[in-house]
C-alpha cells in the first residue's frame, strides 16, 4: 500500500530521507485526482527515483464566496491513482492546522504576475497559492516539482515565486490533459450537469475559433478577444474573462503571434472554468 503521510514534521522527514537515495520531484494537488494530475506524476517518475504527491485542499486560496467546503474529495480513490502513476508516498495533511498552526501570520505575497486574470477576480488566491507552495516546497526541500498549464497564470506565478526567493526547487509546467471532445481535465468538472458540460465545449472552441482565426492572418488583439468571447456566450457561458496576454509577463501585446497566449475563464452554471493555449499552437 502506498504510505501515506498525515503530519508536516512526517512529510519533512519523508523527504529528507528519500532525498538520500537520489533527487526528489514533488507533485502539489488539491486532489480528486484526474488524468491531468496522474500525468504529472508520471512526468515527474520520469526525472527523479522518487516522487512525493500532495493532496491538499487549501483554504488560503479560496475566497469568502467560493466552494471550499464543497471542492470534491476522494482521499482512497487518489491513493490508488497515485500508486499506479507512480507515487513514491502521499502526503496529505490530516487538517488545516497542519499547514496553518495556530498563531500563523507569515504570507508570501506575490508581484506583478498575480495581478491580472485570476488575480483580478479572486483577490487574495495567488497569495494563498504562493504560501502553501513555498511551505511544500521548504518542508520536501525536492529538486523539481510539476504542475499542469491548465493553470497558467499559477504556473508562471510560482516559477517567479521559486526563482525570487531561491527556494531551490525547478518548477516544471506540463501540456493541459483534456477530454476527446476537447474539454480540459478539472476537478470542478465533477460539479457540472450533463447540459452544463455540453456548453463547458464552449471553453475548447472559442480557442480552436482563435487559433483558426490567427492562422487566417488576424493579428489584431481586441478581434481575438472579441472572437473569443462572442463563442463563450454563443455556448451559454458567461465569460468571466478571454484576454490575449504573452507567456512570459501577461502583459497585453500590441499585436497578436505564435507565442501569444488567450487565457478564458467561463462559469458553466455557478462552476467557474479556465482554459488557455498559445494562438501558435494546433489550428
Given at each position: 500500500m502506498l504510505p501515506l503521510v498525515r503530519t508536516a514534521h512526517d512529510f519533512r522527514r519523508a523527504?529528507?530521507?528519500?532525498?538520500?537515495?537520489?533527487?526528489?520531484?514533488?507533485?502539489?494537488?488539491?486532489?480528486?485526482?484526474?488524468?491531468?494530475?496522474?500525468?504529472?506524476?508520471?512526468?515527474?517518475?520520469?526525472a527523479a527515483?522518487?516522487?512525493?504527491?500532495?493532496?491538499?485542499?487549501?483554504?488560503?486560496?479560496?475566497?469568502?464566496?467560493?466552494?471550499?467546503?464543497?471542492?470534491?474529495?476522494?482521499?482512497?480513490?487518489?491513493?490508488?491513482?497515485?500508486?499506479?502513476?507512480?507515487?513514491?508516498?502521499?502526503?496529505?495533511?490530516?487538517?488545516?492546522?497542519?499547514?496553518?498552526?495556530?498563531?500563523?501570520?507569515?504570507?508570501?505575497e506575490p508581484g506583478p504576475l498575480a495581478q491580472p486574470l485570476c488575480g483580478a477576480r479572486r483577490p487574495g488566491h495567488f497569495r494563498g497559492v504562493c504560501t502553501v507552495v513555498a511551505k511544500l516546497f521548504a518542508l520536501s526541500r525536492a529538486e523539481c516539482a510539476f504542475f499542469g498549464e491548465k493553470d497558467f497564470q499559477q504556473l508562471l506565478v510560482i516559477r517567479?515565486?521559486?526563482?525570487?526567493?531561491?527556494?531551490?526547487?525547478?518548477?516544471?509546467?506540463?501540456?493541459?490533459?483534456?477530454?476527446?471532445?476537447?474539454l480540459a481535465l478539472s476537478s470542478r468538472n465533477a460539479y457540472l450537469s450533463p447540459e452544463e458540460r455540453q456548453r463547458a465545449l464552449g471553453l475548447s472552441r472559442a480557442l480552436s475559433e482563435a487559433r483558426a482565426r490567427f492562422a487566417a492572418g488576424e493579428r489584431d488583439v481586441a478581434a481575438l478577444e472579441g472572437l473569443a468571447a462572442e463563442v463563450l456566450d454563443r455556448h451559454g457561458?458567461?465569460?468571466?474573462?478571454?484576454?490575449?496576454?504573452?507567456?512570459?509577463?501577461?502583459?497585453?501585446?500590441?499585436q497578436a503571434d505564435e507565442s501569444t497566449r488567450l487565457l478564458l475563464a467561463a462559469f458553466a452554471g455557478k462552476t467557474r472554468l479556465i482554459d488557455n493555449g498559445a494562438l501558435g499552437e494546433g489550428g
Open positions: 523527504c529528507q530521507e528519500a532525498r538520500l537515495d537520489g533527487p526528489l520531484a514533488l507533485v502539489p494537488t488539491m486532489g480528486y485526482l484526474h488524468e491531468g494530475h496522474t500525468s504529472l506524476i508520471r512526468a515527474a517518475r520520469q527515483p522518487t516522487v512525493a504527491v500532495t493532496i491538499f485542499v487549501n483554504p488560503a486560496q479560496f475566497g469568502p464566496t467560493e466552494d471550499l467546503a464543497r471542492y470534491p474529495r476522494d482521499l482512497d480513490g487518489d491513493l490508488r491513482k497515485s500508486e499506479a502513476a507512480g507515487a513514491s508516498f502521499v502526503f496529505a495533511p490530516a487538517g488545516p492546522e497542519e499547514m496553518y498552526p495556530a498563531g500563523f501570520q507569515s504570507y508570501v517567479r515565486m521559486a526563482q525570487d526567493l531561491n527556494l531551490g526547487t525547478d518548477v516544471v509546467g506540463r501540456p493541459i490533459v483534456r477530454e476527446r471532445d476537447g457561458l458567461r465569460a468571466d474573462y478571454a484576454e490575449l496576454r504573452d507567456p512570459i509577463e501577461l502583459q497585453r501585446p500590441a
